[in-house]
């Protein structure tokens, strides 16, 4: 499989090599020249051959964004790699390379057709992305095990396979095993594959394809389960109250709370932690509600001020649509007039008509477009008061909410300091009914230390709700910026997009103008 160039050197893509490469797959013509001269966008480039070039590492095709064919076959490239930025590849040849590990492929959703026949791929795997892949050629490789061909059910698209010249091929029950597990592929090995051997392969192996498939819909089933959990996470995110539908905000309070572990083994403890996880559970569902809730009015705001904007740039555009519609009717009808004009002075007095035809044309046009700018500012506007309002209204109850929550710390930090002074009395007087566990000893020495203890958990439980009412706050204030001054910036991206439009048109139409010379009155 070793490559036979010996006598050139190995090369590395550079920038050289792909302009000559375009250049010579250019058109011939009078346009391929024209294009030779003014130089090339790679941009522009949708199919590149790059074969027989000696590459040893694939490098600098950034800049072909559009490319949907590339082939690099015969030459010694050892690694598939720098095709991260080629998205819209449908076809890619790597046959007759060194290349050792499927790779680097993980941003080509689009491709279709891949080949690497003739390398030294043992493992056929990190295909995933490839949803939509339809032929598989690798021939002539490495690959031993017949569970590769496992790996290939994930691809439900993929018709035509080629594994022959490696050493699973040569297993008696290759093809077999090939139709039996791989049921829609068309061909294999450039041979169609007949519905006798289907059947044949599934009959043979069923009850193992049977036991598979079992285990495919467990983890179907299962990465469901996973994507829809994520998707309701999302939306969560999305009403800033993630992770408060339940006890994960008062368990965090306790996860780096060392006293407040150990003191809840007091007597009598369990059951006002119990009464206090219970409350500060039911506030936190009533945060976690009325955040969706507020979410819900926040996206229906969103939803109705992107309608009116559209509905208004829409109205407007028909009416400026309209406008040159009505110009174009005569427009072609003037030029001609123009230039069949035989009077000097006629030519003249048409040029100097069609040029306030022009003129007139550009003002009502920048004119319409200053009525959307006006427009559209207003609805801004007020679309901006309207959802700084309504987070303003959330955070502001929101904190009405977590005061609730910093009042039922404070009342079970009470009782806990109530219940360890007494505790410590009884200590104290011989009194107490039940041993202490040891680690919890060393705190009732005195009431100094008691009050430290508590205090210090106190001081924790606190700082969690706080820092959590802080990040809540600070998010929903940064989305809401972000929000409207991207709004902003669209407007005025959109804006200065309208009037470059504006002033290309109407500068067409004054060069039509400009380029009918007094000449053409002079027989």
Not at 245 to 261: A, I, K, P, Q
Not at 357 to 371: A, S
Request: overall charge negative; charged content about 30%.
């Amino acid at each position: 499989m070793h490559q036979l160039y010996n006598s050139l050197e190995p090369r590395v893509m550079d920038e050289d090599m792909l302009k000559l490469a375009v250049g010579e797959q250019g058109p011939r013509e009078e346009a391929g020249q024209l294009a030779r001269q003014e130089g090339i966008l790679f941009k522009d480039v949708l199919s590149l051959q790059l074969d027989f070039q000696n590459i040893l590492r694939i490098d600098s095709l950034w800049e072909f964004e559009n490319l949907t064919k590339l082939q690099l076959d015969n030459n010694i490239i050892e690694k598939i790699e720098g095709l991260e930025q080629l998205v819209h590849l449908v076809w890619l040849d790597l046959s007759f390379n060194n290349i050792e590990a499927i790779e680097g492929l993980d941003t080509l959703v689009n491709l279709e057709d891949l080949s690497l026949f003739n390398n030294r791929i043992s493992k056929i795997d990190s295909l995933d992305a490839l949803v939509k892949l339809q032929v598989l050629s690798l021939g002539n490789n490495q690959i031993g095990n017949m569970m590769n061909i496992i790996y290939l059910r994930r691809f439900k698209d993929l018709r035509t396979l080629s594994l022959s010249g490696n050493p699973i091929a040569e297993s008696e029950d290759y093809k077999m095993f090939v139709c039996a597990y791989l049921p829609d592929l068309v061909y294999l090995d450039f041979h169609r594959i007949d519905d006798h051997m289907k059947e044949m392969a599934e009959s043979k192996h069923q009850y193992s394809i049977d036991e598979l498939k079992h285990q495919e819909n467990l983890i179907q089933s299962r990465l469901e389960d996973e994507q829809a959990q994520q998707e309701e996470l999302e939306k969560h995110k999305a009403a800033f109250v993630e992770h408060l539908n339940g006890s994960f905000l008062f368990d965090s309070m306790y996860t780096e709370d060392v006293e407040g572990n150990k003191l809840a083994y007091l007597p009598g403890i369990s059951e006002l932690l119990q009464a206090y996880k219970d409350k500060f559970v039911i506030i936190c569902l009533n945060i976690f509600e009325y955040g969706l809730k507020q979410q819900e009015k926040r996206k229906l705001e969103l939803d109705t001020f992107n309608e009116c904007v559209q509905e208004a740039i829409q109205e407007n555009q028909e009416q400026g649509k309209h406008r040159i519609a009505k110009f174009e009717e005569k427009h072609l009808l003037s030029l001609n007039a123009i230039r069949d004009e035989s009077e000097l002075t006629n030519f003249e007095m048409k040029i100097v008509e069609y040029g306030k035809d022009i003129t007139e044309l550009f003002n009502v046009l920048m004119t319409l477009e200053m009525q959307l700018v006006e427009q559209l500012e207003e609805t801004i506007n007020m679309f901006e008061r309207n959802i700084i309002d309504l987070v303003a209204l959330f955070i502001e109850n929101l904190g009405h909410t977590m005061a609730q929550c910093r009042d039922l710390e404070n009342h079970h930090h009470e009782k806990l300091l109530e219940i360890s002074i007494n505790t410590l009395e009884k200590i104290l007087k011989g009194d107490v009914d039940e041993d202490l566990p040891d680690d919890l000893r060393p705190l009732f020495v005195d009431k100094d230390t008691i009050f430290n203890a508590v205090g210090a958990s106190h001081d924790i439980h606190l700082l969690k709700i706080d820092n959590r009412e802080d990040e809540l706050v600070t998010r929903a204030n940064s989305w809401c910026t972000h929000l409207v001054d991207t709004i902003h910036k669209n407007e005025i991206m959109r804006n200065r997009r309208r009037v470059k439009e504006i002033n290309q048109y109407i500068d067409h139409m004054q060069n039509e103008l400009d380029s009918l010379e007094c000449s053409d009155v002079i027989d």
